[in-house]
């Protein structure tokens, strides 16, 4: 799971050009919307693109999002339990 | 109304009212991000941007600052007229790179958001919140006698006591930019003519 | 002022005005599921314009230049040049001279012929389509393209405005065109912006918006010749939110602002409706009504027209223009198609019943209204001459 957090936070870094933030940066149990990283609803699209293109998980419904992306940890969480690759 | 401020951004170097402010490395194109981080400027969401808005933002930026005008204060008398070639070209070919290859097709939301050339007067309008018209034209080519005409009786019609107009593109790693802030009353130096809107794009 | 004194639009429901016209009386939709098309990975639904019978009607266009031009033309081309054509004969004025300016508005134009091989690359180009519409009319001035997102139909038509009360020209021909592709639909998808069903403006149930193809064109005069005018063009604004890129102001600063400037100088008395946007995302619609509410405007009638169109984008705000201004003259109000129970926060009037305009005589403006990525916000005010 430390892995999967790790090269998650890699990840939402490069798709989501925090070009000054490091992986250190993120706490994995602080929201990820809101204050904090300072993301916004383009951002969120670009997670659920993410989720399908590094592991193969389709949302049908982007209103999941909202509890997926809660934080870095919940994210890892529903990845675990629903990656296809 | 008058020419209040410029700045040009070409390919190797940027020029704020007829100074060089940064120049690239021998032969090497500008880089934004690096222009960015030379001008000292803080606004991470810069880097979210596409080329033509990087190019535009930077353009706007140093010459809204040097105007003393803030980033907080509502500006309903300020417009925005940009003009370019290429609309969103640039990004526009990102975009298409992300579907079309079926095999890998991942549609990325934030590469299309700025398939559309009047984004650049947006992200200007957020960092400024400058409120006014914002309008974004394409021409064939750079023509100051277009640019003069369409920004005179836009600023005539919304009575605005500011605009930042002017040319903002970017194509094949080139910016082409020349923003100009222009005001009602000012020092009387340059006046808002397409003459000195040609001389400031030479 | 200036006068429409010939129109046309080329759309999924037929290639003249009268015809769609007579659709949306009819309430007939043009939107359809589309599976597959474009190579686009899921289905959509979209108002799409037929590319065989745009080619026949193309074909069958006189235009003397025309042979000594002949290029494989793509549909976007095609379809622009259709329209304005015929809204230029109806218009019956010579769209050669020097005191005649095209201007054109749209977001993408020929966006598709990115990455194919052996097309003329300047062919992608937003000025291009500009010029050989101006070429295909002998006309010699330079063209100007508005590129303002999903406002660009207003804006069009407010440069028109310009152009003509400045002096500089008599009649400017607004074309507004947008041609759907790969490019753009999975653009709107990857927003997921796009209802699985028709879309139900201003409704509670509604999902998303339903795109559309189409060209429409009205050719302006600075007067009233021979008393040809359909409409006039009062006024118009357009303001930034200068808020988000892609999601429109949760208190509707600019759109507000706009209204505001609008309506300065009428009484909402003297409005017969307010044709929105209405695209029927969740956003846009709530967006609309907390400004026309803000404006004080919440007696007016409103609607929207997407459902029959979708949402064409660059050309939307000309074909919605067009489409209200024969509403106007006919004393009536449009009803927004699909629409039940209001899902918008403000109390606004909007029905899914098409109805007379109560006090005709008092009420000869209407107002068509857009809103679009990149923070801006257009409407324009217009008046019914008949």
């Known amino acids: 799971m430390e892995q999967l957090i790790l090269e998650l936070k890699k990840q939402i870094i490069e798709v989501l050009n925090l070009e000054d933030v490091k992986p250190e940066d993120i706490d994995s149990q602080a929201p990820l919307f809101g204050e904090g990283l300072g993301l916004d609803s383009i951002d969120a699209l670009e997670l659920i693109v993410l989720m399908e293109k590094n592991y193969g998980i389709k949302l049908g419904d982007p209103a999941q999002g909202k509890e997926i992306f809660k934080s870095v940890e919940t994210m890892a969480e529903y990845i675990e339990a629903n990656r296809k690759k | 109304m008058e020419i209040k401020a410029y700045s040009r951004i070409t390919a190797d170097k940027m020029v704020v009212n007829g100074s060089t402010v940064y120049s690239s490395s021998d032969g090497e194109n500008i880089n934004l991000t690096d222009l960015y981080r030379h001008l000292g400027i803080d606004y991470p969401k810069f880097f979210k941007m596409d080329n033509l808005c990087k190019a535009g933002f930077l353009g706007a930026e140093t010459i809204i600052r040097d105007a003393g005008m803030d980033t907080v204060t509502p500006k309903k008398d300020c417009d925005i007229v940009l003009f370019n070639s290429t609309s969103s070209l640039d990004d526009d070919i990102a975009y298409n790179n992300t579907i079309e290859d079926d095999a890998n097709y991942f549609p990325s939301p934030s590469v299309f958001v700025y398939t559309l050339a009047n984004i650049v007067t947006g992200e200007i309008a957020i960092r400024n919140k400058i409120m006014g018209e914002s309008s974004f034209y394409v021409l064939k080519e750079f023509s100051s006698s277009i640019i003069y005409s369409v920004v005179k009786e836009t600023a005539q019609e919304t009575s605005a006591n500011a605009v930042l107009c002017g040319w903002a593109d970017f194509l094949n790693n080139t910016p082409d930019v020349l923003l100009m802030l222009l005001q009602r009353t000012g020092d009387g130096k340059i006046q808002f003519t397409a003459e000195n809107i040609n001389k400031l794009y030479r | 002022m200036m006068y429409a004194i010939g129109d046309n639009i080329v759309c999924g429901l037929g290639f003249n005005t009268d015809e769609v016209y007579s659709s949306v009386r009819r309430d007939i939709s043009g939107v359809k599921r589309c599976e597959g098309t474009f190579g686009v990975h899921e289905p959509f639904m979209a108002s799409l314009v037929d590319e065989s019978m745009v080619d026949d009607v193309f074909d069958s266009l006189h235009n003397s230049r025309s042979k000594s031009l002949c290029r494989d033309y793509t549909k976007f081309e095609k379809m622009m040049i ?305």
């Open chain 3, 82 to 386: 259709i329209s304005a054509q015929n809204a230029i004969e109806k218009a019956g004025v010579d769209a050669s001279g020097r005191d005649f300016r095209f201007i054109l508005s749209t977001t993408k134009g020929n966006v598709d012929l990115l990455g194919r091989q052996n097309t003329d690359s300047e062919r992608v180009y937003l000025w291009r389509s500009a010029e050989l519409l101006s070429e295909w009319f002998g006309n010699t001035n330079i063209p100007i393209v508005v590129s303002n997102a999903c406002v660009s139909g207003a804006c069009a038509q407010i440069a028109a405005s310009r152009e003509i009360n400045s002096g500089t020209c008599r009649y400017v021909a607004v074309v507004g065109a947008e041609v759907l592709s790969k490019f753009i639909v999975s653009g709107f998808q990857s927003f997921k912006a796009l209802s699985s069903e028709e879309c139900r403006p201003f409704d509670k149930s509604r999902t998303g918006l339903n795109l559309g193809e189409a060209a429409a064109t009205i050719v302006y005069s600075s007067d009233n010749e021979e008393n040809k005018g359909n409409f006039a063009f009062c006024s118009g604004a357009i303001r930034n939110d200068a808020n988000h890129i892609s999601g429109p102001s949760r208190t509707a600063e600019g759109l507000f602002n706009v209204l505001d400037t609008l309506t300065e100088n009428i009484s909402s008395e003297q409005v017969a409706f307010i044709n929105a946007h209405g695209t029927a995302t969740l956003y846009n619609d709530e967006m609309e009504s907390i400004a026309i509410s803000r404006s004080g405007l919440n007696e007016i009638p409103v609607n929207s027209l997407k459902p029959y169109f979708g949402h064409t984008m660059g050309a939307a705000g000309v074909l919605e223009t067009i489409i209200s201004s024969r509403a106007a003259n006919d004393g009536i109000v449009l009803g927004s198609r699909g629409f039940a129970q209001s899902g918008v926060s403000c109390s606004i009037n909007i029905s899914n019943m098409t109805k007379n305009i109560p006090e005709r005589g008092q009420a000869p403006y209407f107002i068509k209204m857009l809103s679009g990525f990149g923070g801006s916000n257009a409407a324009i005010l217009l008046k019914r001459v008949l």
